[in-house]
């Protein structure tokens, strides 16, 4: 059992930053890669970063590309998510996901992560 635990979430202004935080449980994070997800109410969860776990490429979803940054840290089973020039379309539940096969590349479906945590609660409004 792999348990994701995320902090960092709260409310901020446009413009503002916020660095999520994923902490990982195994002894086999470095082996997966990783992703952020994030689901205003009443949307479907969407892709929002994502990091491989073999030289840590990063993707982003075209929203966020410029202004989030992606990055882990192997050492400490964590991935953290930094988010720049918040905008309050980027108002979600934010969640960390593992993917559902070591060595996978990275994919943009929730559907091919396994593992999610509970979710943080990020809201941008003046």
């Known amino acids: 059992q792999v348990l994701l635990v995320e902090s960092g979430g709260g409310l901020v202004q446009p413009g503002d930053s916020l660095r999520l935080s994923c902490a990982a449980s195994?002894?086999?994070?470095?082996?997966?890669?990783m992703g952020w997800f994030r689901q205003a109410p009443g949307k479907e969860r969407e892709f929002v970063a994502a990091?491989?776990?073999?030289?840590?490429?990063?993707y982003y979803a075209d929203s966020v590309k410029g202004r989030f940054t992606i990055s882990r840290d192997n050492a400490k089973n964590t991935v953290s998510l930094q988010m720049n020039s918040l905008k309050p379309e980027d108002t979600a539940v934010y969640y960390c996901?593992?993917?559902?096969?070591?060595?996978?590349?990275?994919?943009?479906?929730?559907?091919?992560?396994?593992?999610w945590g509970q979710g943080t609660q990020v809201t941008v409004s003046s």
């Open positions: 990091i491989a776990w073999s030289d840590s490429s990063t």
């Open positions: 996901a593992r993917r559902d096969t070591r060595f996978g590349r990275v994919v943009q479906t929730a559907g091919g992560y396994e593992y």
């Open positions: 195994g002894r086999t994070f470095s082996s997966y890669a």
